[in-house]
């Protein structure tokens, strides 16, 4: 284990716990710092990290489990189906491990976070309110969008060639105009 292992492990671990208190705010935070990590590989030099897909997937399971213990809180039916969506991302990431796959997450994509953020953002109690054929249309949109953004990540590997130093430059170009 490097120390950049370590160094980064500290920060996506630190950076799953705001969840616990803020669901909405923790949530977009710990997405934020999970992403971070690969701003954070390009600048340290500190050993490096041997196989980041399985080290990014084993991390992800520490902000997905304070996402789960907020949403055991919530009322029926967001908390079912968070729990539903929950089991289903852990297959998907025990299926990734046994593989080394990278489909694997597109064919079982992590819509569990994308709930979690919904309800999260609207409150379960107004979830609770929903007919079954919103409930239906919500689960459909973020499965849909969750796809979209697995299938960039993980089908087309849109980032694979771009780091994150280069993005960062590009967006802010796009936004300056400069």
């Known amino acids: 284990m490097t120390l950049e292992v370590v ?6 671990i630190a950076g799953s716990l705001p969840v616990l208190r803020w669901p909405f705010l923790g949530g ?13 590989i390009e600048v340290l030099d500190l050993g490096g990290i041997p196989d980041y897909q399985s ?10 489990a304070t996402f789960l213990v ?13 729990i539903v969506l929950y ?21 079982v994509p992590n819509v569990f ?22 409930l239906i249309v919500a689960v459909g949109a973020v499965a849909a969008l969750k796809v979209l953004h697995e299938w960039a990540l993980h089908g087309a590997r849109l980032f694979d060639r771009i780091g994150a130093l280069e993005a960062l430059e590009l967006l802010w170009r796009s936004l300056t105009g400069d």
Request: glycine share 4%; charged share 20%; proline share 1%.
């Open 70 to 82: 907020v949403a055991l809180r919530w009322s029926d039916p967001a908390r079912l189906i968070a």
């Open 55 to 64: 080290f990014d997937k084993w991390l992800d399971q520490v902000y997905l």
């Open 28 to 40: 977009l935070l710990a997405i934020v710092v999970d992403l971070s990590d690969l701003l954070l």
């Open 7 to 12: 160094v980064i492990a500290a920060i996506r």
């Open 87 to 107: 089991a289903v991302r852990l297959v998907g990431f025990v299926a990734f491990e046994a593989t080394g796959e990278r489909m694997v997450l597109l064919a």
């Open 113 to 134: 976070e994308f709930w979690f953020l919904l309800v999260a953002a609207v409150g379960d109690h107004r979830v609770a309110r929903w007919s079954r054929t919103w």
